[in-house]
């Protein structure tokens, strides 16, 4: 289970109530953990450019060769 409460974090407090939560199912009480992103994380900069052979590679081992043209997918992906 993973939910957000799309508020901002505050590492401040001392008790988490800000953030991005996950468990796994249990009989007794759900032990809630969180994550949040890094400062400061720059995607830009993690990810390479993708070649058109390796996308359309990609598109096709995944059966989803039919989502490349729509200009949705073209406005969502790195360049």
Same mark, same amino acid.
């Given at each position: 289970?993973?939910?957000?409460?799309?508020?901002?974090?505050?590492?401040?407090?001392?008790?988490? =109530?800000?953030?991005?939560?996950?468990? @796994?199912? !249990?009989?007794?009480?759900?032990?809630? *953990?969180?994550?949040?992103? $890094?400062?400061?994380?720059?995607?830009?900069?993690? =990810?390479?450019?993708?070649?058109?052979? @390796?996308? !359309?590679?990609?598109?096709?081992?995944? *059966?989803?060769?039919?989502? $490349?043209?729509?200009?949705?997918?073209?406005?969502?992906?790195?360049?």
């Amino acid at each position: 289970m993973v939910f957000s409460n799309n508020m901002k974090y505050s590492d401040n407090d001392t008790q988490m =109530l800000e953030s991005a939560f996950y468990c @796994t199912t !249990n009989y007794r009480k759900p032990i809630f *953990n969180y994550f949040r992103e $890094k400062e400061g994380f720059d995607l830009e900069k993690l =990810l390479n450019p993708v070649s058109d052979e @390796t996308e !359309n590679f990609v598109l096709k081992d995944t *059966n989803l060769i039919s989502i $490349k043209n729509p200009d949705e997918f073209a406005s969502t992906k790195l360049l």
